[in-house]
């Protein structure tokens, strides 16, 4: 009971707080989603410029929030909307099936991002006029590479 009062303490002063966590770290649900959001934009941008799925894959895994996959999900799915011409939208397809072949994404993170994506199309059909159309091509890959289900790609939102 003492050590346990005793790491409130330290936790709530500022300073000792962030000391702690530099000395022992803080992963998974310990990361502020801010952190978290950060951290996957960043994997994505660099399996484009690299195409290594397996690093990608292991910088996933080594976040340690499979709760929060949806994220991913969401994030790639959004990139390749607002990409020019076809090659982050294979690259993205190769890492999203890579991921669900593997279970490191589940179906229902899966599920999760692609309702996201669904459900804020319209704002983000404001800045990229295309998307409608790329989102039903997508998803149509998606569903043909077995990413995801009938039910999920029949409720795609079309213009």
């Not at 002063?13 to 801010?34: A, E, F, L, P």
């Not at 929060?68 to 076809?86: I, N, P, Q």
């Not at 294979?90 to 490191?104: A, P, T």
């Not at 059909?125 to 995801?148: K, M, T, W």
């Given at each position: 009971?003492?050590?346990?009062?005793?790491?409130?303490?330290?936790l709530?002063?500022?300073?000792?707080?962030?000391?702690?966590?530099?000395?022992?770290g803080s992963?998974g649900?310990?990361q502020?989603?801010?952190?978290?959001?950060?951290?996957i934009?960043?994997?994505?941008k660099?399996?484009?410029?690299?195409?290594?799925?397996?690093?990608?894959?292991r910088?996933?895994?080594?976040l340690?929030?499979?709760?929060?996959?949806?994220?991913l999900v969401?994030e790639a799915v959004v990139?390749?909307?607002?990409?020019?011409?076809?090659?982050?939208?294979?690259?993205?397809l190769d890492?999203?099936?890579?991921?669900?072949?593997?279970?490191?994404?589940?179906?229902?993170?899966?599920?999760?991002?692609?309702?996201r994506?669904y459900?804020?199309?319209?704002?983000?059909?404001?800045?990229?006029?295309?998307?409608?159309?790329?989102?039903?091509?997508?998803?149509?890959?998606?569903?043909?590479?077995?990413?995801?289900?009938?039910?999920?790609?029949?409720?795609?939102?079309s213009r």
């Amino acid at each position: 009971r003492a050590a346990l009062d005793r790491a409130t303490v330290l936790l709530s002063v500022t300073k000792g707080g962030k000391r702690i966590d530099n000395m022992w770290g803080s992963g998974g649900g310990q990361q502020s989603v801010k952190h978290l959001v950060k951290e996957i934009d960043m994997l994505l941008k660099e399996y484009l410029l690299s195409g290594d799925v397996l690093e990608a894959e292991r910088c996933l895994q080594e976040l340690e929030v499979p709760h929060f996959h949806h994220e991913l999900v969401y994030e790639a799915v959004v990139m390749v909307l607002e990409s020019t011409g076809d090659k982050t939208f294979k690259m993205i397809l190769d890492l999203l099936k890579s991921l669900w072949r593997s279970s490191v994404i589940t179906m229902d993170q899966m599920k999760r991002g692609y309702e996201r994506v669904y459900r804020e199309i319209p704002d983000i059909n404001l800045d990229v006029p295309h998307s409608y159309s790329v989102l039903e091509r997508f998803v149509e890959e998606c569903f043909q590479a077995g990413i995801i289900s009938k039910p999920l790609r029949d409720l795609c939102p079309s213009r």
